[in-house]
């Protein structure tokens, strides 16, 4: 299965070292992948509050663009995975959007058929196809011994009926455990981590941080462990001011999956962009080195 | 047109309105006038009430005075009145077979909002009933014995209300259990709402009248395997599992669990719900009937490795003299033979762990509402004392309702029991331990003879009461006030206000649902589950015991949740339905039967592999196909599949279902 | 003295016509099925900061409490992170809902005054919509820069260290096919 990888804006951007480490990865476990040709934004969360169609429109050009060369689409950060998803179910399941997008994607030159392309997580595809199996076998460097906080965020499970449960995912924890990781049970895996709010309601923002951070630290955390870019952010660049905030040190390193996963495979570190996180994260590979 | 059988038909047409609920939609009057437009149709009626007896006098008259020789009636569905009519008919002197029932309520009024739609279907429907009942034929229905016997599937308070109910009646009763101990849920529980008497108090001496009943044999331990026949003649297969025990020469003097190589018991017990131990060789609870010991095979050395000092059967035999202990005990097959058959197989409760979010089997301290159940139980694992799992007493407990219960995402349905159990609970808890109590509920529903009363005296002891359905039980804790406690996060929607709620102990109220195996069960004795999986009653509100299939009957739970007092309400009414049915002595066959034209007959046997209920058998010296007329349900399935054209169903012959197409199209 | 007021409502005060208006939004049809039991609340992350709870704002739509819901900080404090409906025990979409009310009150110009949070929405639809890609940097730049510039200085720090790490792009991304993007928005049926 060759596969189109839909970075989406951040991944270009502030998780920059999520889109290095799953190239990473997927290159060493021998998955072709090639990112969409000249995709555009998803439109996030924020569109759907200024105008659906236009949302759900910007979205199926994507789709579009993805079916003209037949190829599942991989998207790594939860909140594209979520919006590229909830396109699909909308212009399956309502006509009048259907129609109306169709129609528009007709005058510009593109056409959509429905299901012949399928919505991944790269969770989901290292988990599901690849299986855990496979991935165990193909451990290089164990992470024996280091205390991950598995973190999943709120959209890569949402809405409902995705590849994990809504509320208490488990994917992860087991990709973990396969690499070595003493993986941390807490109920905390999708509480949402603040999102935008960080920087629109600052008080609000650092408050979500501050619990998954404190809860972490509490749990004996060597490093938290997210698949999205968002939740990666908000984590890592607010952490100092969290601390400041609260007068309490944290010191976490939030890691991608995919870094703690490439560099058990065996991935050099320079390419999994562990130098670009601002807690850093050399000294949680120090441990098992 | 000239009827088959000769003579020329004249027949009578009767338009009921069923009060407003046909003559509200449908043009009645204007019905009525063009009936009597129809062929062959002497006299046309319509009256308020068809099925009260002035609505029958008209049918009985007009064949006395008007030689009326075919009747129709246009009202209900024939589920509900074909009975009564075909018996006006009869009274009337007429066959009563030379009726036809015509559906203008659940097939129209009830369906089509345009009265003017609605109108002209009622009268093609008519129409086509007039066409249709110039080939009616005078039928005669048959009279088979019934075996007086009655089995009785599940031992629960249902089963053994029924069973008693029937064997005092004087008939002789098989009750099939399939746990080693009758009882059921009910054994479990330590009080019962809301007047909170013993359970086991109230409850123990019902099964020992089972077990010393001459009329009961009881079959523990034990499932049922096929079922063949009808009703008034079931032939039942029961597979008795082994229980390693010889049951006749036990007497339940626990020397051989005293005496098992294990010194402590080790494996949780299915009894105490996994909160107590047991060991291979055990006896359920102190009560049970029969007070029989079982080995448990998945447990026993013995059967894991053949190669232990089997303790028990040399205490049992030098001990205690009886030698009952049976390690080559194989399974038995049972054959009986009953005339009815009372379903009362219970429910299940709902696996809490499928809401992860409540943290069962992740948090020590949360519990399902029947392990509690076992915990307040003076003859459970801790001798009724409510304590955690480190042995501390709880200084502060909660109380999850409709857990997997109202919820789309589980079972939608309200379980009626919870709200009422959970305040019992409620009660235990606080009066034992003096703890804060919190309930939280969605909507309170006390809806029984003594429960608000219950409901207030619950108020009145400082019980909290928490309107909001809880998102979470969590260990995620944010002060010290909450530290090393779970944290029950809930909307308190009376006052709008989100609340953390530290509590030692939680109690998740779990709902019931149909046992797993319900599909199988349906299938088994072949009759009908809801969408949810409930066994299906033959009408809501007026048969509420039967099922579709004649002769097997409905009780408790298994039907829909319920309560002590509705079980047992159900298990009598089922038992006064068995007693109606074979205390006759004779069942009527429909006559509505497959009939075979020997002549016409190549002996293909396409039918007799066919036939959903083994009716149809080959004669080997005729090479042809018979069919048995008391199997034949007059499905149908073998008239379609002939393909000689040799079978017809008396009722639904080709000409008379062509001529009902012919008249339903004559409408425009 | 205690300003005391009178909070009683009248049947001429609501609009009736709004919870039909919201129903017949996509993915809010289930509004009718609400039992009012309050899991939504409880789930949310952010109902502890919100003026009604989530809960709240259903049985206020479905009553007709038009302006109070529109006007509300709830619809603009939900974070869509669909807690509520992986919850919601009657598969109630409140998170869609959210996102109609967000809608009408961007329609309706009812949204709280110098609150971020519609501000960067409007901000990241324009410039998405024009170049087909987000730039992180700049949307956050123009929203503060009308919202309040004091907070841009207080950015600087973070905004130096994403930099220096490569986290930071300033360049404008667009893609190459812009002109297909706004044929596809200007066809739309809903689109003027």
Known sequence: MEYFYYPGCSLKGTGASYEKSLLEVFALLGIPMKELPDWNCCGATSYMSIDEEVALAMAARNLAIAEENGRDVIAPCSACYMVLRKTQKYMKEYAHIRQSILNALKKAGLTYHGDRVRIRHPLDVLVNDVGIAEIRKRVQRSLNGVRVFPYYGCLIVRPKNGFDHATYPTSMDRLLEALGCEVIDHPLKTKCCGGSLTGTLEEVGMRLVYILLKEAKKRGSHAIATVCPLCQFNLDAYQEKVEKIYSESLGIPVMYFTQLLGYALGAEDSHLGLEQHIVPVQEVFEMVR | ?668 | MIPIQRTIKYESDLDHAFREKIMSVQGCENIWSCIQCGQCSAACPLSIYMDYTPRKIIAMTREGFREEVLSSRTIWLCASCYACAAYCPQNVNITEIMYALKRYAIEEKKYPKNFPIPELAKAFFTYVKTHGRNAEFWVVFNVWRRVAVFKLLKMLPLGWKLLTRRRLPLRRDRIQNTRQLKTILSNLNGEA
Request: aromatic share 8%.
């Open chain 2, 1 to 668: 047109m000239a009827g088959r059988n000769g003579d020329l038909p004249r027949i009578g047409v009767y338009v009921c309105h069923c009060g407003t609920n046909i003559g509200g939609k449908v043009n009645v009057p204007e019905v009525v006038a063009f009936a009597r437009t129809l062929p062959n149709v002497v006299v046309a009626r319509e009256y308020k009430y068809m099925c009260s007896d002035p609505g029958q006098l008209l049918i009985k008259e007009d064949i006395q005075k008007l030689n009326i020789n075919r009747v129709i009636v246009a009202s209900c569905s024939p589920h509900l009145h074909e009975h009564t009519f075909r018996k006006a008919t009869l009274e009337g002197g007429q066959n009563p077979y030379l009726f036809h029932m015509a559906n203008i309520r659940e097939h129209v009024s009830w369906v089509t909002d345009d009265p003017e739609k609605a109108t002209e279907k009622a009268k093609a429907i008519i129409e086509a009933a007039v066409y249709r009942i110039q080939f009616h034929e005078p039928l005669e229905s048959k009279q088979v014995p019934v075996n007086p016997d009655v089995l009785i599937v599940g031992g629960g308070i249902a089963g053994i209300t029924a069973a008693l109910t029937l064997a005092n009646a004087g008939k002789k009763v098989y009750l099939v259990e399939r746990e080693s101990s009758i009882g059921g849920h009910m054994a479990k529980f330590d009080k019962t709402f809301p007047t909170l008497d013993c359970a086991s108090c109230i409850l123990t001496p019902k099964m020992t009248a089972v077990k010393d009943h001459p009329n009961i044999q009881l079959i523990t331990y034990a499932e049922v395997l096929e079922v063949d026949g009808y009703v008034g003649n079931f032939t039942v297969k029961v597979k008795k599992k082994p229980r390693y025990v010889i049951e006749d020469r036990c007497i339940g003097c626990y020397v051989c669990v005293e005496n098992c190589v294990y010194k402590t018991p080790k494996y949780p017990s299915e009894f105490d719900e996994g909160i107590g131990l047991r060991k291979p060789i055990y006896i359920p609870f102190p009560q049970a009937v029969p007070l029989v010991a079982v080995i448990d095979p998945e447990t026993c050395i013995e059967f894991k490795s053949g190669r232990c000092p089997k303790k028990c059967q040399q205490a049992c035999r030098e001990v205690v003299g009886r030698d009952a202990i049976d390690f080559t005990q194989k399974e038995e097959i049972l054959e009986i033979q009953v005339g009815a058959i009372v379903l009362a197989t219970g429910f299940q409760t709902f696996d809490a762990s499928r809401i992860p979010e409540y943290g069962y089997g992740r948090y020590p301290n949360v519990y399902t509402s029947l392990e509690i159940e076992r915990l307040v139980n003076s003859s459970g694992p801790t001798g009724g004392e409510i304590v955690l799992r480190d042995g501390r007493k709880p200084r502060s407990v909660g109380i999850i309702h409709c857990v997997g219960s109202r919820d789309r995402n589980f079972n939608p349905w309200c379980s009626r029991v919870c709200c009422m159990y959970s305040l019992k609970l409620a009660h235990l808890v606080r009066e034992r331990t003096g703890a804060e109590v919190y309930n939280f509920y969605i909507d309170m529903r006390t809806p029984g003879k003594g429960y608000e009363e219950f409901y207030e005296k619950l108020l009145h002891e400082g019980v909290h009461f928490i309107r909001g359905k809880v998102a979470e039980v969590t260990d995620w804790t944010i002060n010290p006030e909450e530290a090393g406690r779970l944290v029950i996060r809930v909307e308190d929607s009376l006052i709008g206000v989100v609340r953390r709620i530290p509590v030692d102990m939680v109690i998740l109220s779990v709902g019931l649902e149909p046992r797993a195996d319900a599909e199988e069960l349906r299938r088994l004795f072949n009759i009908s589950c809801s969408a949810e999986g409930w066994f299906l009653e033959r009408h809501p509100k007026l048969a509420p015991v039967s099922t579709y299939t004649d002769g097997v009957f409905i009780a408790g739970a298994c039907q829909g949740p319920k309560d002590i007092p509705d079980t047992v309400a159900q298990a009598g009414a089922a038992a006064g339905e068995v007693l109606s049915l074979v205390d006759r002595g004779f069942i009527e066959l429909e006559p509505n039967i497959a009939v075979i034209d020997a002549r016409k007959c190549s002996g293909c046997h396409v039918c007799i592999a066919l036939c959903p209920y083994s009716a149809i058998s080959f004669n080997e010296t005729e090479n042809v196909a018979q069919i048995n007329e008391a199997l034949c349900k007059g499905c149908g399935v073998c008239v379609g599949a002939c393909p000689s054209r040799a079978i017809h169903q008396q009722l639904f012959k080709d000409e008379q279902i062509m001529a009902e197409i012919e008249g339903l199209l004559m409408v425009e």
